[in-house]
């Protein structure tokens, strides 16, 4: 088998120049070729500089015209070539190169993958120093420099690359590495791509014309899934905006060997830099890929083809690809929150809701603390009316679909149910989020406000956007405990501090408005919520201290079976100490260790002592009139 047409026009190239070198120059093949200069190196020399009216075109024309007819032969295989199907061939037609940046490229990689043409090309520069073809040698071979100029597709797309260093005619050029892998069949991406960088290899039918795309929506997916719909059969290379010149080389190089679209995911509006190698590399189709519209003014100056995608949620045929079945009920998952939970599921059914779990938790982990729901129902003391009100948080959460979408309800400003829980400390505010999320199969998510709030100016708002977003990845139950601490009432504008203060406040407003999913805020001041909060809210819930009935009912569940109760005065509890919930429970608990420390069991001198501590905890005074006949062992433990 020949060698390919690339390759034997490099070859004819080659040898005319060599031969002319040798005939007509006076070039004759010595040890030690370009080390030192002799004599007759200097009279050579001295014929061919042009300010001496230059090299008599007579003595090496002999030696073109005697080449010229297999040159042409060669330059006819080699222009032929260009319309089939070897890797040299593509690569010259995703690259859009014109026919003397062809050869230029052919001979370029054909000495780098030969030492016996880079041992000819020093020949021809007479330097073992420079065994790769020179700007000088270039414009010799070909007439001109243009196919090797700053604005030639072979530097534009990264295919070649010219030394920097050097005096400029003697500054080599090379073919990129990745070059030469594609054309010896290596399909390796090239090393330099930005670190995430994916490729997505195209179909069967051929790529349209280049352009370009901006795509907005709310997720990743979906965006692809919309270029995909409108460019069929092109592959795309999926980045991050890259960091360097050497990723961005990397990535346009890449897109280029392997007909690609480059698909830049962008944080914000593109950059000056952005813009200029979208501009300059317009042989690529690029999408620019963003969740909100990107500003006129800061676009890339070419026409452009604006995809906006309305809904990212995963339908019937996404939930089908990624678990062979319908969507799961109750569940609703972006298409980027739906391929990740796939693969952590590993295409299981069964361990969806393990997969969602693992998706939200690690990003809220770091900001909120995880409660898996333990308690029920029974384990709740209220009135008939909050626990009624409790209940509805449930059955909005549950129905959403049905009254939503078969029943047609807006769901404005969200399908998400906003919960106030308001009432003082211990009276079961976060017991009751526990339940509701428990009953839902939901996990629960206490959110630390001390690592969400900060100083800095845009971290409060960084770091609440992490926990939204995760929490909507995983349908979670978010509990934000003394809420008024973030969604107090906007005060007056005095200083910068309070100008930022609004702006978290009405972000936090935002992005409740776009939560799907459970948010309770608990507070042991209602007046102290912003009325814009009161205005979202879906269900207010007032948690009050319990009456003397509940707190008995409370006392009863306090003590578990298993423990080692002695007669206790339950009615005595309840009717001297008028305490929440949340007292009681810790006294209880109290008293049990007290007697396991004692080795003994729980008797109401221990509970009584155990809310002798309660009370100190909490600075209230233990008074003759609540303790009654048990004031004196108070103040004998004290002594």
Same mark, same amino acid.
Not at 213 to 225: I, K
Not at 472 to 501: I, T
């Given at each position: ?220 997916? &979906? ?109 609703? =998952? ?37 409660? &898996? ?8 003391? =209220? ?6 009100? =409790? ?117 936090? =407003? ?130």
């Amino acid at each position: 088998m020949g060698a390919p047409p690339w390759q034997v026009l490099a070859d004819t190239l080659l040898q005319r120049e060599a031969l002319v070198c040798r005939v007509g120059e006076g070039l004759v093949p010595r040890d030690f070729a370009g080390l030192y200069v002799a004599h007759e190196d200097l009279d050579r020399v001295l014929r061919t500089l042009p300010g001496l009216n230059g090299p008599d075109a007579s003595v090496s024309r002999e030696v073109r015209e005697k080449l010229a007819p297999e040159l042409a032969a060669a330059r006819a295989l080699f222009t032929e070539s260009l319309t089939g199907d070897d890797a040299f061939a593509v690569l010259v037609r995703r690259a859009g190169l014109t026919p003397g940046e062809a050869e230029l490229l052919a001979v370029v990689c054909a000495v780098d993958m030969s030492p016996a043409r880079m041992k000819l090309v020093s020949y021809v520069q007479d330097s073992v120093q420079l065994p790769r073809l020179t700007l000088s040698t270039v414009a010799r071979m070909f007439g001109s420099v243009d196919a090797a100029a700053h604005g030639s597709r072979p530097v534009t797309a990264f295919l070649v690359d010219i030394g920097a260093e050097g005096p400029w005619g003697n500054r080599m050029l090379a073919p990129a590495g990745r070059v030469i892998w594609a054309l010896t069949g290596d399909g390796t991406a090239d090393p330099g791509l930005p670190p995430g960088t994916r490729r997505v290899p195209g179909g069967a039918l051929p790529a349209a014309a280049p352009e370009l795309l901006l795509v907005s929506g709310p997720d990743e997916a &979906s965006r692809l899934r919309a270029v995909a719909g409108h460019r069929p059969g092109q592959g795309m290379l999926i980045s991050s905006v890259p960091s360097g010149p050497t990723a961005w080389q990397a990535l346009v190089r890449e897109a280029t060997v392997e007909g690609l679209a480059v698909v830049l995911e962008l944080a914000g509006p593109p950059d000056g830099e952005v813009r200029d190698r979208v501009d300059r590399a317009d042989h690529l189709t690029w999408v620019l890929s963003s969740g909100t519209e990107l500003p006129l003014d800061l676009l890339p100056r070419r026409g452009f083809t604006e995809l906006r995608v309305d809904s990212g949620m995963a339908d019937a045929p996404d939930w089908a690809a990624a678990f062979g079945t319908g969507p799961a009920t109750g569940v609703r =998952l972006t298409r980027d929150q739906l391929d990740l939970v796939a693969a952590a599921a590993g295409g299981r059914i069964s361990h969806l809701s393990a997969g969602i779990r693992r998706l939200a938790g690690g990003h809220l982990d770091r900001l909120a603390v995880r409660v &898996s729901p333990q308690r029920g129902w029974a384990d709740l003391v =209220l009135p008939a009316d909050q626990t009624s009100r =409790l209940r509805e948080i449930v059955t909005r959460h549950r129905q959403r679909s049905l009254v939503y979408q078969e029943w047609g309800f807006s769901p404005l400003p969200s399908t998400g149910v906003v919960a106030l829980f308001s009432g003082p400390s211990g009276t079961g505010k976060t017991l009751a989020a526990e339940i509701i999320a428990g009953e839902l199969q939901l996990d629960l998510y206490k959110v630390n406000l001390s690592s969400v709030v900060s100083k800095y100016i845009g971290e409060t708002e960084k770091n609440l956007e992490r926990i939204f977003g995760a929490a909507a990845a995983g349908d979670l139950v978010l509990f934000f405990d003394e809420a008024d601490a973030l969604f107090g009432k906007r005060s007056e504008v005095s200083d910068s501090h309070d100008r930022y203060a609004n702006i978290e406040v009405a972000y936090l =407003l935002q992005r409740l408005e776009s939560y799907d999913g459970i948010v309770v805020l608990a507070t042991n001041l209602q007046r102290n919520i912003d009325d814009a909060f009161l205005r979202r809210i879906s269900v207010a819930v007032g948690f009050e201290a319990p009456d003397e009935v509940d707190r008995r009912r409370i006392w009863e569940r306090a003590f578990p079976g298993p423990a080692p109760v002695s007669e206790l005065d339950l009615d005595f509890l309840a009717r001297q100490f008028r305490i929440t919930g949340g007292i009681i429970r810790n006294a209880a608990l109290g008293a049990a260790f007290r007697a396991a420390g004692d080795d003994g069991p729980i008797t109401m001198e221990r509970v009584v002592l155990a809310l002798r501590r309660e009370f100190q905890k909490i600075g209230r005074l233990c008074t003759e009139a609540e303790f009654g006949q048990y004031f004196d062992l108070v103040g004998a433990e004290h002594e």
